[in-house]
């Protein structure tokens, strides 16, 4: 069987769908974070292959760009995290609401 | 040596600098001494600059030196210099200015004996000094303005110097805002006539094609109103008399012989954008105020206060000139005015400071026995200012009365009006010469009147002897004898010349002299001999100067002060009101979507997923269709 582009954008779609699903029901900040990394390597899959597919740089180039801004936001979000771990222990997504309006 | 100009206001302004840092250090008398010494430096650097001046040809056009020291507010295609002009017109202004200035200073030594802010008020006088140099020196509109602005603030100061007494702080009060009126005709003046000309550099100015009649009029009449508060005019005198609540000194210097005059010389300044129409109403003011001042002046009771409507109607003189056209006869009246109206007002200081500070005239009477110097020099100023040959007033206010018979449209009904007012002149000094000096004493044995002190006369007997001598600078019918009229003809693109006979010229000064004569004689008979009873020579219309300062009072006071609240009250609640229903108007809206401000991470990623649903399902429906 050969494997078509078809294949890697439904992995990519599953990676995504799975990481927004995670991102809605889990309330653990830290999976929360993971959960969007996932999102964010489904779209990257995509990228990729389109970029495969239509011999287009392009695509990776932008893919490239999201793995740097991920690393900067999981930077910052890790630091938010164990900021506030340390401050309200075991705090979940629910015990997070200090920029209600 | 003309480069030096730059030493002539920087002289000052070291002097106030200096005072300003170690003034009580000096203390007395040291520091009226520096001051004085840097207003006397100064002085000399101007004739230095002057004797430079002559050097050169004055009909080359070389007479007309800049000195630039840097470029001020390069904005665009406006380019303000910070810059000296020095030709003939700046330099007398100059010469002067400095010259009755370092004499006043010489004067407020003794003057101002035993004064517990004795330093600072020199260091207002050096201030001041400086200010009406750069006046007097700016080489545009700009450089003009600062030093305009520099003596209102100077003269505020200074006539509330003694700022304890109510009266005073008042008077400067009001003599700051009736400027402010002046200085927004100023500025809007200046700003006119740069989108008119694209310049404000006076020798561009004055090499501009002309500006249309329209413009040149609004111009004009702009700068007549700057000039008719810097310069006392109707309606806008009302402070000076008040200004009177100052040390004499002040009176004379900023007060009479210089700041009043920079409105004089502005008009002079600026003859090349002044037009026909303007130069008229000019003249109708000018004479209107003279006759007025003239009349306010003939039943004032306070010494001071006399010389102050003598001053207006000096001034008044002056704007009669210009508006005919006779710039040399206003600068030439400018002159001889600084010279016997420092004279008269200094004497009148050293009056108050024999009489230990009384300036009401019915307490007084005799004095002559008593202070002699003074009294010889007062009569000096009196018969200057009374239009006596030879003194220098004659010579000045001959020429006045001269060029307004020869104004084209109403010459012989301004001549009039110049002729009662120096008959009025005439009669209200010597009104004033007679009730302090001579009659019966009316003071007290234990008053005990004195003689001021060398540093307070010797500036009176040299004003004494320029009042005397001060006309020679440019007597008539010989041509070689104007001298000041030939010095000034490069600053004019059409010299007034006037067209008069020797006859006619003739008869009309034996009729202002005679006119002189007349007020004189009368205030003899009814002052001195008492053959006309004085009672009805005093009317209580003129002692409260035709209530136009009372109707004033009342009129801003009443209806003025109901407009301005009902103004702010506008801005309180229609503008601001607007503005705040607008910021309520945003709160209310705020407080209704707040709700969806969760803080719950979920919500918002809902929100988010939701969203990009709603764009797939819609581009979707764009696809299908």
């Not at chain 2, 490069?490 to 006859?503: E, L, R």
Request: glycine share 10%.
């Amino acid at each position: 069987m050969e494997i078509t582009t078809g294949w890697y954008l439904v992995l990519g779609a599953l990676l995504f769908v799975i990481g927004g699903t995670g991102l809605l029901i889990r309330r653990n900040p830290l999976v929360m974070l993971m959960c969007v990394e996932l999102m964010l390597n489904g779209v990257n899959l995509s990228f990729v292959a389109f970029a495969r597919q239509l011999d287009d740089i392009g695509g990776q180039t932008v893919v490239f760009f999201v793995l740097v801004v991920a690393a900067a936001e999981v930077v910052v979000g890790l630091g938010l995290l164990v900021a506030i771990l340390r401050r309200q222990p075991g705090a979940t997504a629910d015990d997070l609401s200090a920029l209600r309006g | 040596m003309v480069e030096l100009v730059w030493l002539v206001p920087t002289l000052p302004l070291l002097g106030f600098c200096l005072l300003l840092v170690a003034g009580r250090v000096f203390g007395e008398p040291r520091a009226g001494w520096i001051a004085t010494a840097a207003a006397a430096t100064s002085f000399v650097v101007t004739l230095v600059v002057f004797v430079g001046l002559l050097g050169k040809d004055g009909h080359a056009g070389e007479r007309s030196y800049e000195f630039i020291l840097f470029d001020w507010l390069p904005a665009g295609s406006l380019k303000v210099e910070a810059g000296f002009l020095v030709d003939p017109l700046s330099i007398t202004m100059a010469l002067f200015v400095t010259g009755v200035g370092a004499l006043i200073h010489l004067y407020s030594i003794g003057y101002m004996h035993g004064d517990p802010k004795y330093s600072k008020f020199f260091l207002y006088l050096n201030l001041f000094l400086f200010s009406m140099l750069m006046l007097v020196f700016g080489n545009n509109l700009v450089v003009t303005f600062l030093g305009w602005e520099g003596v209102g603030a100077c003269s505020y100061f200074l006539i509330s110097f003694w700022h304890q007494k109510e009266s005073a702080a008042t008077a400067g009060k009001k003599a700051f805002v009736t400027n402010r009126v002046g200085d927004w005709g100023f500025m809007i003046a200046t700003f006119a006539i740069w989108s008119a000309l694209g310049t404000v550099t006076y020798t561009e100015i004055a090499n501009s094609p002309a500006m249309s009649a329209a413009t040149g009029t609004a111009v004009s009449l702009l700068l007549f109103v700057a000039a008719a508060g810097k310069s006392a005019q109707l309606p806008l005198y009302v402070w000076l008399p008040d200004a009177m609540e100052g040390p004499t000194p002040v009176s004379a210097m900023v007060h009479a012989a210089t700041m009043v005059t920079s409105g004089v010389y502005l008009l002079v300044r600026m003859n090349n954008v002044l037009t026909e129409d303007a130069l008229l109403i000019i003249a109708v003011i000018g004479a209107a105020t003279a006759l007025f001042a003239a009349l306010c002046a003939v039943a004032q009771h306070d010494i001071k206060k006399v010389l102050a409507y003598s001053t207006i109607s000096q001034l008044g003189y002056m704007f009669l000139a210009i508006g005919s056209g006779a710039y040399v006869a206003a600068i030439f009246h400018v002159i001889t005015h600084a010279f016997f109206k420092a004279l008269l007002f200094l004497g009148s200081g050293s009056v108050i400071h024999g009489m230990h500070d009384e300036q009401d005239m019915r307490k007084m009477g005799a004095l002559r026995a008593a202070m002699p110097i003074t009294a010889a020099t007062f009569i000096v100023g009196w018969l200057a200012i009374a239009g006596v040959p030879p003194f220098s007033g004659f010579w000045s206010k001959d020429e006045i009365l001269l060029a307004a018979w020869e104004q084209k449209n109403i010459g012989p009904l301004l001549w009039a009006v110049g002729l009662i007012t120096a008959f009025l002149t005439a009669y209200y000094m010597s009104r004033q010469v007679i009730l302090v000096f001579f009659g019966e004493q009316r003071w007290e044995e234990d008053v005990n009147p004195h003689e001021s002190t060398w540093t307070m006369t010797t500036p009176l007997c040299v004003l004494a002897g320029a009042a005397i001598v001060g006309g020679a600078i440019n007597l008539p019918l010989v041509k070689d004898w104007l001298i000041l009229e030939h010095f000034l003809e490069p600053i004019f693109h059409h010299p007034h010349h006037f067209s008069s006979g020797t006859t006619t010229k003739i008869v009309l000064a034996i009729v202002s002299v005679a006119a002189g004569l007349v007020g004189i004689s009368i205030a003899t008979l009814s002052w001195l001999m008492r053959r006309i009873p004085t009672e009805s020579l005093e009317p209580e219309l003129l002692e409260n100067a035709m209530y136009v300062d009372a109707t004033y009072a009342r009129v801003v006071g009443g209806v003025g002060t109901t407009g301005f609240q009902k103004t702010a009250d506008f801005d309180a609640e229609i503008v601001d009101g607007t503005i705040n229903g607008v910021g309520r108007l945003v709160m209310k809206l705020g407080q209704l979507i707040q709700p969806t401000q969760s803080g719950y991470m979920r919500n918002y990623a809902v929100g988010v997923a939701v969203g990009a649903l709603a764009i797939v399902v819609v581009l979707a429906w764009g696809l299908l269709l």
